[in-house]
């Protein structure tokens, strides 16, 4: 660093001219590193005969935002004519628009009076290709490699602190795939108050892999497990006329009449953790007739279930407020909401989890958050203890056919626990 210090006060203004051309800390390296030759020339000139070629470099350029391949290489110092071959050799595989900024190349360079000759230019834009550009008799060519991905089972597992979203970002599981979890849970699980700080989960899935051992592409979820407080809820992925839907244990749909959950569980934190003690989140009595769930403003509010809307809009100390009537005697309510979405009228059907507003405070609320009854025959009932029955319940040779992807996938689940313990991927 000292050294560097010398030499950079040594070349003084000529040096500071160069960034200033070049605009950049990368020029300025490049820069650096020929003078450094320089020296060496100078210093051992029967060496510097021997090798009047420029040396070959490598380095990775970056695409910014807005760019293009042209421009990333004419701004490296590479000729605009060399530059329109390399990109046009690209573009035979890669149309420019399916670029994003961000994308890595991978260049192999010499560095002369002259400006910037590339040797290769290599680029991998999707996750099993990679694009290789190199130079022959004077022409740039590009090939495509495929790059060998295999399927495998995962398995991603943690355990709940403040909130199942975020211990699953931590346990490392793709925001798609947690979200279709929270999506299949929501049916069975309150996300709030019916999970406790330290419960365990499991995901399992269907990714490929490629040779360096890195899952890069989730593919199908198999498999969800919540262990909660004395609850262990386990939910399989089972396929029937090319549509996926989970089960219970026993067979039974979980897409029951009434969601548990019944807004954007990605923003919601357990009762007990952290986060929580901005507002009072109340559980269901007899005064209170419902569940509190604290969430983020605006976050939004989704029907527990399919049926008509009896009532909407402002109601006293409720706010914004929308009544739904379902099937089976039971009717939903949803309270202190910011706004509600300007299809929801009274009389309108709505389809199990269609949005209806945001989270809000409106009327006698002390913070953001979504109150939520549920009645059953005109009686308001804890949300919590519905036991809606499963809209559907698998039989006969539907059955049998679920119970062995059960035993596989259970099967699955122990094999990458072995796995793991032997080879500590
Ligand atoms: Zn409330």
Not at 272 to 280: D, E, I, K, Y
Not at 342 to 351: C, D, E, L, M, Y
Request: hydrophobic letters at 35%; proline letters at 3%.
């Amino acid at each position: 660093m000292k050294e560097l210090h010398l030499h950079y006060k040594r070349l003084g203004t000529a040096l500071a001219l160069v960034m200033v051309l070049f605009g950049s800390t990368r020029a300025f390296r490049h820069y650096f590193s020929s003078e450094q030759a320089l020296h060496q020339e100078l210093a051992e000139p029967t060496a510097a005969n021997n090798s009047s070629e420029p040396e070959i470099q490598e380095t990775t350029l970056t695409l910014g935002k807005g760019g293009n391949v042209h421009k990333l290489l004419t701004s490296f110092g590479v000729s605009k004519e060399a530059a329109i071959q390399i990109t046009n050799a690209f573009a035979q595989y890669v149309p420019h628009r399916n670029l994003k900024s961000g994308q890595n190349f991978n260049v192999r360079y010499k560095r002369s009076e002259e400006g910037v000759e590339i040797e290769s230019f290599q680029s991998q834009p999707s996750i099993d290709q990679k694009i290789i550009i190199t130079k022959a008799d004077g022409n740039y060519v590009s090939k495509a490699q495929l790059i060998h991905l295999t399927p495998v089972v995962h398995v991603f597992e943690g355990n709940v602190h403040s909130s199942f979203y975020s211990a699953a970002m931590k346990a490392g599981v793709p925001t798609k795939l947690v979200q279709e979890a929270v999506d299949v849970l929501s049916y069975v699980v309150n996300f709030q108050h019916g999970i406790k700080a330290g419960a365990s989960f499991k995901i399992l899935c269907d990714a490929l892999r490629n040779d360096k051992g890195d899952i890069v592409k989730i593919q199908q979820l198999r498999f969800v497990s919540l262990q909660t407080g004395g609850q262990d809820h386990k939910l399989f992925a089972f396929t029937e006329n090319g549509k996926v839907r989970f089960f219970n244990e026993k067979g039974e749909s979980v897409v029951r009449s009434l969601l548990q959950t019944p807004l954007n569980a990605t923003k919601l934190c357990v009762t007990s953790g952290f986060g929580m003690r901005r507002h009072p989140i109340l559980g269901y009595n007899k005064q209170h007739k419902g569940v509190d769930f604290g969430a983020p403003s605006g976050t939004p509010v989704l029907a527990a279930g399919e049926g008509r809307v009896v009532a909407c809009g402002w109601s006293g100390g409720y706010g914004n407020r929308v009544h739904i009537r379902h099937s089976g005697g039971y009717e939903t309510v949803y309270a202190h909401l910011k706004s509600i979405n300007k299809n929801i009228r009274p009389g309108a059907v709505v389809s199990q989890r269609q949005v209806l507003g945001g989270v809000g405070m409106t009327g006698t609320a002390t913070g953001p958050h979504l109150h939520f009854e549920v009645i059953l025959n005109k009686q308001h009932i804890n949300p919590m203890k519905v036991q809606a029955l499963p809209s559907l319940k698998l039989t006969g040779g539907a059955l049998k056919k679920f119970d062995s992807v059960k035993s596989t996938t259970q099967q699955e689940m122990v094999n990458f626990v072995q796995t793991k313990a032997v080879t500590g991927l």
